[in-house]
Nanobody, 121 residues
């Protein structure tokens, strides 16, 4: 069972950058597709980026061109580089393993605590 710990959040100004990290336990991290989700107060938790075990990536339209997901299998870690941040990016960010579901990609594992990102001037 994979355990996930997110870190790297904080307060940044609009237009700023932040890099999030997700550390996963276990010895088979490299076989999982991984995704970053975010949830703002009152909203549902939405998938914003994913990366397959082979390194293919996909992004939600709201973050495409600004965010980059990557992984380091030797460190059992997935990253989210966030550039040109906007106030609408304010949310708690979570990572999880992902797989195909009836209408799209769905989380497969247990949720960690997430990391808070606040974008404000």
């Amino acid at each position: 069972q994979v355990q996930l710990v997110e870190s790297g959040g904080g307060l940044v100004q609009p237009g700023g950058s932040l890099r999030l990290s997700c550390a996963a336990s276990g010895s088979i991290f490299s076989i999982y597709a991984m995704g970053w989700y975010r949830q703002a107060p009152g909203n549902q938790r939405d998938l914003v980026a994913r990366i397959t075990s082979g390194g293919s990536t996909n992004y939600a339209d709201s973050v495409k061109g600004r965010f980059t997901i990557s992984r380091d299998n030797a460190k059992n870690t997935v990253y989210l580089q966030m550039n040109d941040l906007k106030p609408e990016d304010t949310a708690v960010y979570y990572c999880n393993s992902v797989g195909p579901g009836p209408t799209g990609w769905v989380p497969f594992g247990s949720w960690g605590q997430g990391t808070q990102v606040n974008v404000s001037s």
